[in-house]
């Protein structure tokens, strides 16, 4: 790395951050400038709490997104059939209340009764068999594929939809108005857990057909049965959800409306919290973690480490195809350096790409790529590069817990790149656009991601990236060997033998670099001091029902 370039830009970054954080009507959109106070233009009452995201949804349809934004909304909106104990990855009924395997391929659910949806009509095993069915049949009619819903998650927690030989769910029945029935291809050891991963939110049939392939949509609807009723979402600015006077849980939600602001910067977000205009927010820059302990105002609130934040190397693009190249660029990039720059004690970096809570399925023989930029160059020359070659970095333009500064990071990459003589023209869009594009062939030649685990076990980190279906942003890339490994380790349930199986998983990743893990971080979230009842998720996101504001 260019040594003297990368800390100019670093303090560059730094003296930045500064002055928005003081002067934030400079640094912000006019959407961001607007405060936002409890009895302002919401018609907010005085206990309404006010949450900094860091940016706006996708939408709002279950099952049809896969970024962290579109979920924390999702679930203040929507129950979904299990859900986790708070600020754990341990199981809880939610909208079912018992589960169990008559078979290894049989799972039966019991459902809660009595629950209703915002709209007044009934949840009940029909509308569980409608919410599953529209993300696993292609044909379904309420589906509305044709209008270029996706529902990738799907298949990356479940290998295909239906009709697929890869499809793990083979069919859905109810056997009575309390009684789903789930027929799987294969065991899965794992599949109440995937089920209760934050996609799967379960929304009213009546309102889906009413609003046809606009549900989910600002000035559509969106109707679970969750603790917030939607009441309006103004594009770039907020969404506005009031409390849900009917909910099964008796007490809940706290508080009578619930704001959700889009800051997508991490120094306004903290400038608004410092300044009343929110109550609590997530995904600050570790850089801010002393600004917000030293303010007598705010905690400090750490959320359990669960994801990875890594670089996709995509090989359809011919450069990358060959993975001496993809090697040269892991030994190129001066990850220890960075992390430790931008992330300071906040993260770590190894050679997995799952997180160390999971080491019992890593190799433990593995060694990080250490930082060789001549080794890297050596790497090029043999793979026909010896003058580098054009490559394209896609950046995301939304701090996640992974990356809270994705631009800055970016810039970091290129320049150590372009040490080595690969000549990176960095790129950006629109968060729904960046992350739908990827998909489109032939997708981004290199690209930021990240991931927070949706349940606590290493298939929802790997399978989902390497399985059948998940490559799709790397150009399709499969390895036979891996899909059989990683197909082992879901039908195995003994710790030991699945142990065995991932650590192969993790050591042909390690040799293929196809996602480069950079960072496993521990994300800083903030609140003032008058909030209450707040317990975030090492998932990434949570209920807001238990948050209380004194007044």
Same mark, same amino acid.
């Given at each position: ?265 991490? &120094? +306004?977000? *903290? ?6 205009? /929110?109550?609590? #927010?997530? $995904?600050? @820059?570790?850089? %801010? ?124 990459? &290129? +320049?150590? *790149? ?6 990176? /023209?960095?790129? #950006?869009? $629109?968060? @729904?656009?960046? %992350? ?116």
């Amino acid at each position: 790395m260019r040594q003297a370039a990368f800390y100019r830009w670093r303090s560059l970054w730094l003296a930045v951050a500064f002055v928005c954080a003081i002067a934030l009507t400079n640094c912000t959109s006019s959407n961001q400038q607007k405060a936002v106070t409890p009895t302002g233009s919401t018609g907010a009452p005085g206990n309404a709490l006010i949450y900094g995201s860091e940016g706006q949804p996708i939408n709002l349809e279950p099952g049809n997104i896969t970024d962290g934004n579109s979920i924390i909304v999702q679930d203040q909106i929507y129950d979904r059939l299990i859900t986790f104990k708070p600020g754990t990855t341990d199981l809880k009924p939610s909208l079912v209340t018992e589960w169990r395997t008559t078979d290894p391929t049989t799972w039966t659910f019991k459902l809660r009764q009595g629950v209703t949806f915002h709209d007044g009509t009934a949840f009940d095993a029909d509308a569980v068999k409608f919410n599953v069915e529209r993300w696993w049949d292609p044909q379904h009619p309420n589906g509305y594929r044709n209008a270029g819903k996706r529902y990738e998650i799907w298949a990356g927690l479940f290998g295909g939809f239906k009709g697929s030989p890869d499809s793990l769910l083979q069919s859905v029945t109810v056997l009575d108005p309390a009684t789903v029935q789930f027929k799987l291809k294969q065991p899965f050891a794992g599949f109440p857990n995937a089920l209760a991963s934050g996609y799967f939110g379960i929304a009213s049939p009546a309102a889906i057909r009413k609003a046809g392939a606009s549900y989910g949509t600002p000035g559509s609807l969106a109707i679970g049965t969750g603790p917030f009723v939607f009441k309006e979402w103004r594009t770039g600015d907020r969404i506005v959800l009031e409390k849900n006077p009917n909910y099964w849980q008796t007490g809940l939600p706290k508080v009578n409306q619930l704001v959700v602001r889009f800051v997508t910067d991490p &120094a +306004a977000r *903290l400038a608004q919290l410092r300044a009343g205009q /929110s109550d609590f #927010t997530v $995904d600050l @820059a570790p850089d %801010q973690k002393n600004e917000v302990t030293s303010d007598p105002n705010l905690d400090a609130v750490m959320r359990p480490s669960f994801n990875v934040g890594f670089l996709a190397l995509n090989p359809s693009y011919k450069p990358l195809a060959d993975v001496r190249v993809r090697r040269a660029i892991a030994l190129a990039i001066n990850r220890p350096a960075i992390v430790k720059a931008f992330w300071g004690d906040l993260g770590v970096h190894d050679a997995h790409f799952t997180p160390p809570t999971l080491s019992w399925s890593q190799d433990a023989t593995l060694a990080a790529y250490p930082f060789a930029p001549e080794q890297a160059k050596q790497l090029l020359a043999a793979a026909g590069y010896p003058n580098g070659f054009d490559l394209d970095l896609w950046y995301m333009p939304v701090s996640r817990p992974y990356y809270p500064t994705p631009k800055p990071i970016a810039e970091a990459f &290129a +320049a150590d *790149l372009s040490a080595v003589g690969i000549r990176v /023209s960095l790129q #950006t869009k $629109d968060w @729904a656009a960046y %992350q739908a594009d990827r998909l489109k062939p032939p997708g981004y030649q290199s690209f930021m991601m990240g991931w927070t685990g949706d349940y606590g076990d290493p298939d929802n980190f790997l399978y989902y990236h390497f399985g059948p279906g998940g490559t799709a942003d790397l150009g399709n890339w499969k390895d036979d060997r891996l899909f059989q490994l990683l197909n082992q380790a879901r039908e195995a349930s003994d710790k030991a033998t699945r142990a065995k199986l991932y650590s192969q998983v993790d050591a042909i990743l390690h040799r293929e670099i196809l996602r480069l893990p950079i960072v496993h971080s521990q994300p800083l979230l903030a609140k003032r001091k008058a909030i209450d009842g707040w317990v975030p998720s090492p998932l990434g996101s949570e209920t807001f029902d238990t948050v209380t504001k004194n007044q």
